[in-house]
């Protein structure tokens, strides 16, 4: 199986506060893992660090081929191979649906505005939204952005997409119809990383399972980990008490 995210020895801090304290993982093609801890842990920074939006101090980043540790990298071609949603949406309010995830696609890869339309709206029925092409972001609930916001990162055809607590923000229901979408697209074989509260959803879709505590991997496994979680530390974290 071909590694399309390697991660080895992965330190970085800021300032004085050290937040990834030797990090090494990988992930192979078509594998979704999941990555848990509480708050502070580590884990948005790691997934920053893996699209080049944070740089590490030290140890090494592989991406799609990629050496992230390289300062010749070339971000916009590692950019057009990994794909990056937040929380937060960030889509543009004066745009519509379909203006907004023809943006990338026309300008970065300057492609055809026919091409881009017709890769939005293949991607828009991915995210099961076809019909609000037109529509503006205002119009949508909070889910249908955030689907909105995938559909948009589909657009580039990245090779590895990467999730940071993407139903954070959304009420049960709304997460609900997100994560069918993280689920399809698993299913449909894209590399995933997906940094997520949900334990449950994890524990179904995710190959492998890292419990981030304190800057370090600290407990690996598959779902079942979390029904049998090995260190205090986890187990804690399982019970709420962190
Ligand atoms: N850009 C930044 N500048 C300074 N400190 C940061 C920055 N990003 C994250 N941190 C700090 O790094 C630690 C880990 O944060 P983060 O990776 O966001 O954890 P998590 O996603 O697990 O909650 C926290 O102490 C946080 O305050
Ligand atoms: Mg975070």
Known sequence: MSTVVELKDVHKRFGSNAVLKGV??????GQV?????????????????MDRLEVIDSGSINVCGHALHDPQIDLRVLRQDVGIVFQSYNLFPHLTVEENIML???????????????????????VGLADKAKSYPEQLSGGQQQRVAIA?????????????????????????????????????????????????????????????????????????????????????FLAGGL
């Not at 923000?169 to 993280?182: K, N, S």
């Open 24 to 29: 090494s993982f990988s992930i192979a093609k």
């Open 33 to 49: 893992t999941a990555i848990i801890g509480r708050s502070g842990s580590g884990k948005s920074t790691a997934l920053r660090c």
């Open 104 to 126: 990338a696609p026309t300008v970065v890869k300057k492609m055809r505005r026919a091409d881009a339309h017709a890769i939005a709206m293949r991607t828009l029925t991915q």
């Open 152 to 236: 948009r990162s589909l657009a580039m055809e990245p090779k590895v997409m990467l999730f940071d607590e993407v139903t954070s923000a959304l009420d049960p229901q709304l997460t609900g119809e997100v994560l069918r979408v993280i689920e399809k697209l698993a299913a449909d074989g894209m590399t995933m990383v997906l940094v997520t509260h949900e334990m449950e959803f994890a524990s179904k879709v995710a190959d492998t399972i890292i419990f981030m505590h304190e800057g370090r991997v600290w407990e690996t496994g598959t779902g079942d980990m979390l029904r049998h979680p090995q260190t205090e530390e986890l187990q804690a």
